[in-house]
């Protein structure tokens, strides 16, 4: 993709998604992420009715008269959006890829983000750290995430969610909001997952196709694993093995639901075949209703 294109590309993502924080989101977002708590701003002097429990004595034996420490809520908040940029973000069977989708989504989160004043960073992962952007505000970082998002060409093809999780806990020693979009194709990341869900928020966000899930009856087939490249012959006319291969997913997902309750970690379901927007909807609500 040329520079031209690249920056059109930038836009339409820019605009689509801007509108949809706008007449959708707006609220949301500030009500179900709070801020860290109360920090102190600054101390005046004692006026009738202030609480007896502020006053800074400190400052009022100093002075010789009583004055009062002033709190305002810490707002600022950082949100990560850890994505998977493994190969098989590249399967898409209606009109955009698992890849395409996350990037939106991201930018929704990011202008969302930025629009309460929260700082936003980027890791993107395969089977090792391949593109970490530090946390800042403004709507010119958020277009640098967004194309690198779409134009980032990846150098491995596999996935390691684990070691993923493990240099976002390194990164990050402060609770931090980290949404962690995937199709999940992994194992071995549950211990990680639980550590670090307990000091920081963390959201899985998991893209799916059902084709992926379901095979046509079509006959003798090909199958080719995106990230390893091995390739497998399957007999779709065989009743059982396309119902064996439904069952393989179906658990998959079931075993990934469970391990996000154990862990106390919110997810959200995206099908790439249908709008994204209720989903996340629904998961703000649902967040909302939980305060």
Same mark, same amino acid.
């Given at each position: ?26 609220? /949301? ?8 708590? $109360? ?5 005046? /002097? ?25 709190? !305002?809520? !810490? ?54 750290? /391949? ?39 390194? $990164? ?33 966000? /998991? ?19 995106? !990230?390893?490249?091995? !390739? ?21 997902? $079931? ?37």
């Amino acid at each position: 993709m040329d520079t031209r294109e690249l920056l059109k590309k930038v836009r339409q993502i820019e605009i689509k998604t801007r509108g949809l924080v706008n007449q959708i989101f707006s609220g /949301e977002y500030h009500s179900v992420f709070k801020g860290r708590g $109360m920090e102190f701003s600054e101390v005046r /002097e004692y006026q009738y009715g202030d609480d007896i429990r502020t006053i800074d004595w400190n400052v009022s034996a100093r002075f010789n008269h009583p004055f009062v420490k002033i709190f !305002e809520e !810490e707002r600022e908040l950082t949100v990560m959006l850890v994505v998977d940029f493994s190969r098989s973000g590249d399967f898409g069977t209606v009109t955009a890829t698992k890849n395409d989708i996350a990037a939106e989504i991201c930018a929704v989160l990011a202008f969302s983000a930025i629009k309460n004043n929260d700082k936003v960073g980027l890791i993107l992962f395969t089977d090792h750290i /391949e593109k970490f952007v530090p946390p800042k505000k403004g709507r010119a970082h958020i277009l640098r995430i967004i194309r690198e998002l779409i134009s980032f060409q990846p150098s491995g093809t596999g996935t390691n969610i684990r070691s993923a999780l493990e240099y976002f806990n390194h $990164m990050h020693k402060k609770r931090t909001i980290a949404f962690l979009i995937s199709d999940f194709l992994d194992d071995g990341y549950d211990q990680i997952l639980r550590i670090i869900s307990r000091k920081h928020d963390v959201i899985a966000v /998991e893209l799916s196709d059902p084709r992926e899930e379901v095979l046509p009856e079509v006959g003798l087939i090909k199958l080719r694993d995106a !990230e390893t490249g091995k !390739e497998r012959w399957i007999d779709t006319s065989d009743r059982l093995v396309r119902s064996a291969f439904l069952t393989y997913w179906q658990q998959r997902r $079931m075993n990934r639901r469970s391990l996000f309750v154990r862990s106390k970690v919110d997810s959200i379901p995206i099908r790439i075949d249908r709008p994204y927007i209720k989903p996340i909807v629904d998961f703000f609500k649902l967040r909302e209703s939980r305060l």
